[in-house]
């Protein structure tokens, strides 16, 4: 069976990017991301839900190559033989392999890149194992009759393609060859397989033995080559050389007579020169810069005549007219060209501004949302600290409170108010309101705390003390954070 068919190679394409110049950018793709064909190949396209099939006249810019999102090599050669093999039963221990041959031909591409057709001889095998009473062809008949047995499975093969044709998703199966081998037929081939896979190796590794050493041997030469050249290069060096000593010595000395020469030449020129000058500025002095002057100087000294005169005259006022003409016409196309010019030129300088503009305009509106998410986010982090911390003074209030209400149900239970002038509903009216004070963050807290309330309980009995009524209880904490009230005789420390 062939390799890779029929699909014989698939790309998956990301986004196309821009490319060109500045003036002429296009979305395109590279044209190594078109896959190569071959005479018998063409490529299909994944556009969306469509498969658009190709035979390779689509350029990289084509708005089916740039919207693709794959790409396949389908494989259109025409009754491409592939080999399926499965084994069957006999009446003794050994089974028959009975090899099938199929032709397959691909007469719709997209549908086979549609259906994912990938392994044709798994289809096929399916198909073969499909037939009804294909196995139980040989069940009857013994190892050695084979030849009985393909011609069954055959016949059979033959009826049920004629009757049900293999149904391959945009491909056309023809049934061919049937072969059936016994085990030691396949055995044989088997290792005919092997022996053949073995000789191709030998051969190959001969080849590259042989080519190694062609390639050693080529390099020895191509060093004595290069060495023989480089002694070549050597001799004709030393002769170049010589040469060129010699070229430059004959060459001094014609340069040395050439100089004689032609400053002598010069002498001469320079004389004949001066003469010239002399008369073109008598000559100048007479007629001046007029060619109509130098016409009429001419006609005078004979060299023309009237007619010529007239002819020159004429001719110089048409081309006067026409080199007029033609100057202005210059004058207008310099103009127009300047003013198309500063026309492109400003064109481009706006459009560049307006890029700018656009750029600057997207980055200031990018840094105030995220200026914006910032403070956003910010003001939801100070919202939550606040209310964390609002959640937790409520909660410490609540446990001051509740602490409170506990001492003074102690303290009454107890009789500490009894030897006091303080009056004790004063005191329990206190517990129940926490009064909150602002602070300089803007936060409210709970003024005071039990401490100072159990000190401003406590004030009654000191000044009794002052007084003479005789000792109060001392309020204290005991090792585990209760109300230390006294002894079990805080009646006789009362004074009852």
């Not at 190569?36 to 498969?51: D, I, S």
């Not at 320079?270 to 009429?296: C, H, K, M, Y």
Request: glycine share 8%; net charge negative.
């Amino acid at each position: 069976m062939a390799e890779n068919y029929p699909l014989v190679e698939q790309r998956e394409y990301g986004r196309a990017g821009k490319r060109g110049g500045f003036l002429g950018r296009r979305v395109a793709r590279d044209d190594d991301e078109l896959p190569r064909l071959a005479a018998h190949h063409v490529r299909v396209f994944r556009v969306g839900a469509e498969y658009i099939e190709d035979h390779g006249q689509l350029r990289p810019d084509d708005p089916t190559v740039v919207g693709a999102g794959s790409v396949t090599v389908v494989d259109r050669r025409v009754e491409v033989p592939v080999v399926v093999e499965t084994r069957i039963p006999s009446a003794e221990a050994g089974d028959f392999t009975v090899r099938t041959t199929f032709y397959c031909t691909v007469t719709d591409p997209c549908t086979v890149v549609r259906d994912g057709v990938t392994d044709v001889e798994a289809l096929l095998l399916g198909y073969l194992r499909a037939v009804p009473g294909l196995v139980e062809d040989g069940s009857d008949r013994p190892i050695v009759d084979s030849l009985a047995v393909r011609d069954r499975i055959d016949a059979r093969l033959t009826a049920y393609h004629e009757m049900r044709p293999a149904m391959l998703s945009g491909l056309r199966a023809r049934h061919g060859i049937v072969e059936v081998l016994t085990p030691k037929e396949l055995a044989d081939a088997l290792a005919k397989e092997d022996d053949d896979r073995r000789k191709l190796e030998w051969t190959r590794e001969r080849e590259e033995r042989e080519q190694e050493a062609a390639l050693r041997r080529a390099l020895l030469e191509t060093e004595l080559e290069i060495k023989r050249e480089e002694l070549r290069n050597t001799s004709a060096l030393h002769k170049e050389r010589n040469r060129q000593e010699e070229e430059r010595q004959r060459s001094r000395f014609e340069h040395d007579t050439d100089a004689e020469q032609q400053e002598h030449e010069l002498v001469q020129q320079d004389q004949r020169n001066r003469f010239t000058r002399a008369q073109l500025v008598e000559d100048f002095q007479l007629i001046g810069a007029d060619p109509s002057a130098a016409d009429f100087q001419a006609w005078r000294n004979g060299d023309i005549t009237s007619d010529e005169l007239a002819q020159r005259l004429d001719r110089r006022r048409q081309a006067d007219r026409e080199a007029e003409v033609q100057r202005r016409s210059f004058d207008r196309e310099d103009e127009r060209w300047k003013v198309e010019r500063d026309d492109r030129r400003h064109e481009l300088t706006r459009a560049e501004e307006r890029e700018d503009t656009a750029d600057r305009r997207r980055e200031a509106a990018r840094r105030w949302d995220l200026g914006h998410e910032d403070g956003l986010r910010r003001r939801q982090e100070e919202r939550a600290d606040t209310e964390r911390l609002q959640r937790d003074e409520r909660d410490w209030a609540k446990d001051v409170l509740t602490v409170k209400a506990n001492l003074s149900r102690q303290a009454i239970d107890r009789g500490l108010f009894d030897s006091t002038i303080r009056d004790a509903g004063e005191f329990i009216n206190g517990v129940g309101d926490v009064p909150y004070k602002q602070r300089a963050d803007g936060r409210e807290v709970p003024q005071g705390d039990v401490q100072g309330e159990l000190e401003g309980a406590s004030e009654p009995t000191e000044r009794a003390e002052r007084t003479g009524r005789g000792g109060g209880p001392d309020i204290d904490y005991d090792d585990n954070g209760d109300l230390d009230l006294g002894g079990t005789d805080s009646e006789a420390s009362l004074g009852h």
